[in-house]
């Protein structure tokens, strides 16, 4: 039996053996805070040029006709508040790559979370116009959603990429690192754990299908292309901080729902019904246009481009389970490790028969 004292030396080198303090990161299981930041896909409609702070009341839109993603997964949590920064049409850095109307970007969404919600691990000092919010490393969660616009409006492209003469491998580099510059102020700021989520695979939607066929092909190539930078540096910035990530792979759970549709609950796997694309709501709507094949649920796109909020519900159960999992990753790690220092094996000459 091993002795209290050597057991804390055991655990020490675990961690020391860079697996991690996990149980710094059992809060992730029902997390107080969760900040996101994105595009439409995570957007609630914080009017960011007249509302400097979204945890204030607004009125909420969503491009899902129902729940976003980060709403379902709020309410899924005991007591979270959910403080939203998504903007649609944002990319990660204006200078770089920005949409055909110039919004609030992932660079800007930080210098706005910076301005309410930073100062160390101290609660944020409330102003005349907002409440505080007392997050700390060790009850908040960073959620970082982005690249749908930032690869519709370069994959074929940009004036500034033919300016530099810079390759689409080496623009999606430069969207990586800007990218994991805004997570370090973050960082800087108290947050310690992040998720990552990937770019859906809206090459196979209404959009890309429109683009026609090679455009199409080479829009899947960019997608992947987008992912696979991101994720790798992503890994490698969080493994160097002792950070706690995930990626959140929703490009392959949409795969997975395109190649079988009526498993998901879904009738509709590529295109949308028209009518849908009007309507605009914070809650599932339910309405069924007779033109269509049922609610706007059974569709996986609501349009062009946006999930509907079925997709969102299923999003949200991915999000929570990937947390899970990397939890208890960490958790069989270090027991595997206290396991094999108490074991260790037996090195003793033995001589020959």
């Not at 430069?174 to 990937?198: I, S």
């Not at 992912?227 to 950070?243: F, H």
Request: hydrophobic share 35%; proline share 6%; aromatic share 12%.
């Amino acid at each position: 039996m091993t002795s209290a004292p050597l057991l804390l030396l055991l655990l020490a080198a675990v961690r020391a053996a860079d697996l991690g303090p996990t149980s710094d990161f059992e809060f992730l299981r029902d997390p107080a805070y969760l900040f996101t930041f994105g595009d439409s896909y995570t957007s609630e409609n914080w009017d960011w040029g007249n509302q400097p702070n979204p945890i204030e009341d607004h009125k909420r839109v969503t491009w899902c006709n129902g729940p976003t993603w980060a709403r379902n997964l709020s309410r899924q949590y005991t007591s979270n508040t959910l403080v939203n920064y998504a903007v649609g049409g944002a990319t990660i850095d204006n200078s770089v790559v920005h949409n055909w109307d110039i919004v609030l970007d992932l660079q800007g969404q930080v210098r706005a979370f910076e301005k309410h919600f930073a100062g160390g691990n101290s609660p944020w000092v409330a102003s005349s116009s907002g409440p505080q919010a007392p997050w700390n490393s060790s009850n908040a969660l960073f959620a970082l959603e982005f690249g749908t616009n930032d690869v519709w409006s370069s994959f074929r492209g940009t004036p500034r990429q033919k300016r530099l003469n810079q390759t689409e491998s080496e623009l999606q580099t430069e969207l990586a690192w800007h990218l994991l510059d805004a997570a370090e102020r973050l960082r800087l700021a108290g947050a310690r754990a992040f998720a990552f989520v990937t770019v859906l695979p809206f090459d196979r939607a209404r959009l890309g299908v429109s683009a026609g066929p090679e455009e199409q092909l080479h829009l899947r190539e960019s997608l992947r292309s987008f992912n696979e930078v991101v994720g790798g540096k992503m890994e490698r910035w969080c493994r160097a901080e002792g950070l706690f990530c995930v990626t959140v792979d929703t490009y392959s759970l949409a795969q997975r729902i395109m190649r079988d549709p009526v498993s998901y609950g879904f009738k509709e796997a590529f295109d949308y019904c028209e009518p849908y694309t009007y309507r605009y709501s914070v809650e599932p709507d339910e309405y069924v246009d007779p033109r269509c094949l049922g609610p706007v649920r059974e569709y996986l796109w609501r349009d062009g481009v946006h999930p509907s909020y079925g997709f969102h519900e299923l999003w949200a159960a991915l999000f929570r389970d990937t947390i899970e999992r990397e939890l208890n990753r960490r958790t069989d790690a270090v027991k595997d490790e206290v396991f094999r220092l108490q074991n260790p094996p037996d090195r003793r000459i033995r001589p020959r028969p």
